[in-house]
């Protein structure tokens, strides 16, 4: 302890100012202050130092029950005064009780000086020790300046072997690629152990000039990949969104909607308090786990001559076998179950698809009305398919109508598969965007595998009657079926 009341006023003082700060921003009101402690009564103290210490301490005690570390990280700002950082330093280091709150709150002012340095690149050159052989840093230079005053704690050789863990684990967490592995790798656990573990020391300058730089290294990192994170993840529910859906997944028994997924704020998600952010990071972790998961996407092999069949692949596979042997069955298949809602969604698209070209095809130049322009590429349309879409008989209970919304169908599922190709080349593998159009596809195959079973009957029913008809139907259907292996090949590669 200082031996100067007056200078040990004036860090209490400090450290009371930034508290009720703290709570009145918290509080959205100011907070009475103790009899007797106003900044007038302080300034004006002169003999009655020791009264006002001891009011002082027990106002303080008060606060620090009020105050939480998450508040402290909230207080310290870029337009924090350095000195107020050093008194609230030099406060929780000489406290006689020595709580784990009082640790955390040590380590984010440690944190802040060395993120914050009074003059920038500061600590980037390296100093000598008062020997002039032991190198010690600026930053822990600095430290031993600012607890000049208060009697520094023994650090044991067991925690300077502690010490020495820090750098390892700080490179681990740069080489980190993706939340989850920073989250599964267990270094958040393991470095809240070491802390935990100096005790007393932890308030050595040695101590604090090693954790404070691996903080700052650290929580770059860690903001990096949790911003990555929770930027895919609600550009995940937007999609979904999109399409009309609103559950994510069941994390932890409770089912995540869109709704929870955007309401997901990065910025006071990394200010609320260790262990609850702790159970938090660990919840985003796990919804990303689960949007990872979709869709469930697995390679089998399968011989040329009979891939396996399930789900949508079933239709690829047997448009494939129905190709004349010039054309290869790709060797590897996706399986996938389709639900009723996927294919309640899918039906909406092809429905407004459909009803687009039909637009265009009516009102465009006959000479160009072959080439439908679609958002990526240009949809080639056959003479048949455009007489299809212009035609006035598709309402008919009749053979012909039945050809008409055969030929209308395998366009429309044709264009919203070379959509979905298109748009999943645009995403990164293996993301959520990307499997979020994986799935799209999948339902596609199960559609294209009802068409192409539904344009098959038709072609029975024209070919003897009319053979020119049912090539039309056939010409279509083989270039669904071209599509559907594109699908196959895209998924399974």
Not at 382 to 408: F, I, M, N, Q
Request: some cysteine; charged content about 30%.
């Amino acid at each position: 302890m200082v031996e100067d009341p007056k200078w040990e006023l004036s860090i209490l003082a400090n450290v009371s100012g930034f508290y009720q700060k703290l709570l009145r921003d918290y509080l959205q009101g100011d907070l009475p202050v103790h009899p007797g402690l106003e900044d007038e009564a302080i300034h004006q103290a002169s003999t009655n130092l020791r009264e006002i210490l001891g009011k002082m301490h027990r106002w303080l005690q008060l606060l620090d029950m009020a105050i939480t570390p998450a508040m402290v990280r909230q207080g310290l700002t870029t337009d924090t005064d350095p000195e107020i950082a050093e008194a609230l330093l030099r406060y929780y280091t000489r406290k006689r009780d020595f709580t784990e709150s009082d640790r955390d709150k040590t380590d984010l002012v440690a944190t802040f000086l060395y993120r914050h340095p009074r003059v920038p690149g500061q600590w980037e050159r390296r100093g000598y020790g008062l020997d002039g052989s032991l190198p010690l840093s600026p930053f822990e230079i600095a430290l031993i300046e600012i607890l000049a005053d208060s009697d520094a704690p023994l650090l044991p050789e067991e925690h300077v072997q502690l010490l020495r863990e820090f750098e390892p684990l700080r490179e681990l967490s740069q080489g980190f690629v993706n939340f989850n592995a920073l989250i599964d790798s267990g270094v958040l656990s393991r470095v809240r152990e070491l802390k935990q573990s100096f005790g007393r020391s932890f308030n050595h300058p040695g101590v604090l000039a090693t954790i404070a730089p691996y903080n700052v290294a650290f929580g770059t990192r860690f903001d990096e990949l949790f911003g990555c994170a929770i930027g895919e993840i609600k550009s995940f529910a937007k999609a979904v969104e999109e399409l009309g859906g609103s559950i994510l997944s069941n994390i932890d028994g409770v089912d995540v909607t869109v709704e929870h997924v955007q309401a997901l704020q990065e910025g006071e998600l990394l200010k609320i308090d260790y262990v609850e952010a702790l159970d938090k990071f660990r919840r985003v972790s796990k919804l990303k786990k689960e949007i990872d998961k979709r869709p469930r996407i697995r390679r089998t092999a399968a011989s040329a001559s009979a891939p396996a069949r399930s789900g949508g692949a079933a239709a690829a596979a047997k448009m494939a076998r129905e190709k004349p042997r010039t054309a290869p069955v790709p060797a590897k298949h996706v399986a996938l179950p389709v639900t009723a809602q996927q294919l309640s969604l899918e039906e909406a698209k092809l429905a407004r698809v459909e009803e687009s070209i039909r637009i265009f095809v009516r009102v465009a130049d006959p000479k160009f009305r072959q080439v439908v322009p679609m958002r990526f590429f240009n949809l080639n349309l056959t003479p048949s398919e455009v007489e299809a879409y212009c035609a006035d008989y598709l309402e008919e209970k009749s053979l012909r109508a039945d050809v008409g919304h055969a030929l209308l169908r395998s366009v429309a599922v044709i264009a919203r598969i070379q959509t979905e190709l298109e748009e999943l080349k645009r995403c990164q593998p293996a993301t959520s965007l990307w499997k979020l159009r994986a799935d799209a596809l999948v339902v596609l195959l199960d559609v294209a595998r009802t068409t192409y079973d539904a344009g098959s009957q038709v072609v029975v029913k024209v070919q003897n009657d009319e053979p020119s008809v049912a090539e039309a139907v056939q010409v279509s259907m083989r270039k669904l079926r071209e599509r559907a292996e594109c699908v196959v090949k895209a998924l399974a590669g």
